[in-house]
């Protein structure tokens, strides 16, 4: 456990939590908080799971939808489901393809928390009458430890 005053919480340094928070106008200007990982003695899997994201088709504006899956095994710091949350939403104006999108993601995360091991799936739904599922994964599952499979299942038209 951390040395800290009765008074003193690993919340206190958080500036989105508790509070009235706009959206950011960008993934670059979002602020992606974390806290200390009160449980970093043992491994464990944490899961977000945001079946609703956005972002805009660089080319066309159009937007683009997807289903992603966040799995990470923390070290010494959680993301704040807040603070991710904002930053999701933040690519709703963002213009990139999903590849880039879905890879950048995963760096954001991994340069705020460092985690022991981190996956992504993101799950497009079809531009163009093609869905394009992007795959990241980081680290080595220690062992004994618990990974679900994301279960989301493959885009199926008709066919």
Not at 35 to 47: E, G, K, T, W
Not at 66 to 94: C, Q, T
Not at 104 to 115: D, K, Q
Request: net charge neutral; with cysteine.
């Amino acid at each position: 456990m951390s040395k800290q005053t009765a008074a003193e919480t690993i919340y206190d340094n958080l500036k989105q939590l508790g509070g009235e928070t706009s959206l950011p106008s960008s993934p670059q200007e979002a602020l992606l908080e974390s806290v200390s990982n009160p449980q970093s003695d043992v491994d464990y899997v944490v899961r977000f799971t945001a079946p609703e994201f956005t972002s805009l088709c660089p080319m066309t504006g159009q937007p683009d939808f997807a289903h992603l899956m966040i799995d990470y095994i923390p070290d010494k710091k959680l993301v704040e489901s807040k603070s991710l949350k904002l930053f999701l939403g933040s690519f709703r104006n963002h213009g990139a393809f999903h590849e880039d999108c879905t890879v950048s993601i995963a760096r954001r995360l991994i340069n705020e928390i460092a985690p022991k091991w981190i996956r992504i799936g993101g799950y497009w739904y079809p531009r163009g009458g093609m869905p394009i599922d992007v795959f990241f994964a980081q680290g080595t599952v220690p062992k004994g430890v618990w990974v679900p499979d994301q279960k989301v299942p493959s885009y199926r038209g008709r066919g």
